[in-house]
């Protein structure tokens, strides 16, 4: 059974910086491209970027390319997102996926697995 489970959410004044984890079991996930999305209160679920496993090729969503960068350790079977130079509008439950295939898609609807999702809160 695969499972996603996210670590490192909490909260960080604005200009911090956070760390989330994201460990992967389950399965192999070579051929599978790793994704992070976000969701705030009241809005849909937005993406975040996403990391090719086995590659290692890295993709962002414009609202966070230059502060935040993915990478993934397969030795750990984890996925990390840095995520520097907080803002408040960055206040969301974070969320990892897992999509087979090699194509980067920034549509929640394209991936097969989900994590539970942890809060990150950026105040100001």
């Known amino acids: 059974q695969v499972q996603l489970v996210e670590s490192g959410g909490g909260l960080v004044q604005a200009g911090g910086s956070l760390r989330l984890s994201c460990a992967a079991s389950g399965r192999t996930f070579s051929g599978y491209v790793m994704g992070w999305f976000r969701q705030a209160p009241g809005k849909e679920r937005e993406f975040v970027g996403a990391?090719?496993?086995?590659?290692?090729?890295?993709y962002y969503a414009d609202s966070v390319k230059g502060r935040f960068t993915m990478s993934r350790d397969t030795a750990k079977s984890t996925v990390y997102l840095q995520m520097n130079s907080l803002k408040p509008e960055d206040t969301a439950v974070y969320y990892c996926?897992?999509?087979?295939?090699?194509?980067?898609?920034?549509?929640?609807?394209?991936?097969?697995?989900w994590g539970q999702g942890t809060q990150v809160t950026v105040s100001s």
């Open positions: 996926a897992a999509q087979y295939g090699s194509t980067f898609y920034g549509v929640a609807t394209r991936y097969d697995y």
């Open positions: 990391c090719g496993w086995s590659s290692g090729r890295t």
